[in-house]
């Protein structure tokens, strides 16, 4: 299989951490080591299909370490890799932003409600 070209870094990353939840759980796991359903609970209205899915995904694209202590009830957990810290360590820039403009983004998240420009056509 050909490998993808990318037009720009920013397209790299967003392939390796696209969709809503993937950088949620580089958040969450660059702080600590984190059991499954802590990571549910830190991430907030995620379901267990998608989080798992998202889970397995970055494990296998080496952004997650996945480790399973073999016990009864199951018990495992999850951590970055180097690779994934490195990524998580670039979107420190990014919270930041997220965290300096949290009012801003949600007065244009409000007002796109109320004009209806975030629904498909």
């Not at 720009?8 to 359903?37: M, N, Q, V």
């Not at 009012?103 to 975030?118: F, N």
């Amino acid at each position: 299989m050909k490998e993808p070209e990318f037009t720009c870094g920013l397209d790299a990353s967003l392939a390796a951490i696209g969709g809503k939840w993937k950088p949620l759980i580089l958040f969450h796991l660059a702080h600590e080591t984190r059991r499954y359903g802590a990571l549910r609970r830190a991430i907030g209205k995620v379901s267990d299909k998608v989080l798992t899915q998202q889970l397995k995904e970055l494990e296998a694209d080496g952004i997650v370490n996945r480790r399973d202590f073999q016990e009864i009830p199951p018990k495992v957990e999850y951590s970055l890799t180097d690779f994934g810290q490195s990524l998580a360590i670039a979107l420190g820039p990014l919270c930041a932003w997220g965290t300096d403009h949290m009012s801003e983004v949600a007065r244009l998240i409000s007002r796109r409600h109320m004009t209806g420009s975030d629904k498909a056509a």
